[in-house]
């Protein structure tokens, strides 16, 4: 059984193979100054769920627990916030990922198909 520490690293290294393979920006881990320190998310996703891209936090089992100042930081700034379970993620699974990218819509890569207008 793999510890917190273990599992983090196989998420991360999870979703940077699943950055390479499917072609998104990823910062992975993200640092930013909250109230003059500073703070550690999982990754930033600067073309995912705003105009501004989201911040991603793990949570894990069983209490889930959220970080209120990363939730405070992203309203603060327009970003967007998501917790992910850790649990999901600890197997390589592009299609998981996939759909929860799906999920948080993709803001500045869209390809837009021109049609002709009769």
């Known amino acids: 059984?793999?510890?917190e520490n273990q599992k983090r690293e196989a998420v991360e290294k999870n979703?940077?193979?699943?950055?390479?393979?499917?072609?998104?920006?990823m910062i992975i881990?993200?640092?930013f100054n909250f109230?003059?320190?500073?703070k550690k998310a999982f990754a930033f996703l600067p073309n995912y769920g705003s105009e501004n891209g989201m911040i991603v936090?793990?949570?894990?089992?069983p209490q889930f627990q959220t970080d209120s100042e990363i939730i405070e930081w992203a309203k603060?700034?327009?970003?967007?916030?998501?917790?992910l379970n850790i649990e999901s993620y600890l197997e390589y699974d592009e299609d998981v990922i996939t759909e929860t990218l799906e999920d948080w819509g993709n803001?500045?890569?869209?390809?837009?198909?021109?049609?002709?207008?009769?």
Not at 35 to 38: G, I, L, N, T, V
Not at 107 to 118: H, L, R, W
Request: net charge positive; proline share 4%.
């Open 76 to 83: 603060e700034n327009n970003y967007f916030y998501s917790f």
């Open 1 to 3: 059984m793999k510890n």
């Open 35 to 38: 109230k003059s320190k500073e």
């Open 15 to 25: 979703w940077i193979v699943a950055s390479q393979n499917l072609q998104f920006e």
């Open 57 to 61: 936090n793990l949570i894990t089992p």
């Open 29 to 31: 881990p993200y640092k």
């Open 107 to 118: 803001f500045k890569n869209k390809i837009i198909v021109a049609t002709e207008i009769d």
